[in-house]
């Protein structure tokens, strides 16, 4: 790997750390997924500073290329992320669904209330 690049991918990897931080903080993230997005960014910066750890584990698994153990992993971890975050998802939905019917219980116990008087 070049220099240029090596330098170009550490900048990359120190602004996406930056920019998860300065979002995590700005938006109150909660903490398990502030924690993801931290470890994320971390192993970015890892990557860009020791890219020599990424032709390791290439060379160990038998995959061809490095950036092709950087497409899997990335594309693992977001799919894990996504599959989380769809259960989270309907669980939310689950609770909407709850409290909409406990809304419409409570708005008709009042106006039968107000109806007897």
């Known amino acids: 790997m070049s220099n240029i690049l090596r330098i ?3 900048i990359a990897a120190s602004f996406t750390a930056y920019w998860i931080l300065s979002r995590i903080r700005k938006h109150k993230v909660k903490l398990e997924d502030a924690i993801f997005w931290v470890c ?6 890892i990557i860009g500073i020791f890219p020599q750890i990424l032709y390791w ?3 160990l698994l038998g995959i061809m290329s490095p ?5 899997l992993v ?3 971890l977001l799919i894990a992320k996504v599959f989380v975050l769809a259960i989270k998802n309907s669980q939310l939905e689950d609770k909407i ?5 406990e809304v419409a ?3 008709r116990a009042k106006e039968k ?3 007897k008087k």
């Open 97 to 101: 669904e709850v409290l909409a019917a």
């Open 67 to 71: 950036a092709n153990l950087v497409f």
């Open 105 to 107: 219980l409570a708005e």
């Open 57 to 59: 584990l290439a060379n």
């Open 74 to 76: 990335i594309i693992f």
């Open 113 to 115: 209330e107000r109806e």
């Open 40 to 45: 994320f960014a971390f192993v970015l910066v």
């Open 8 to 10: 170009l991918l550490i």
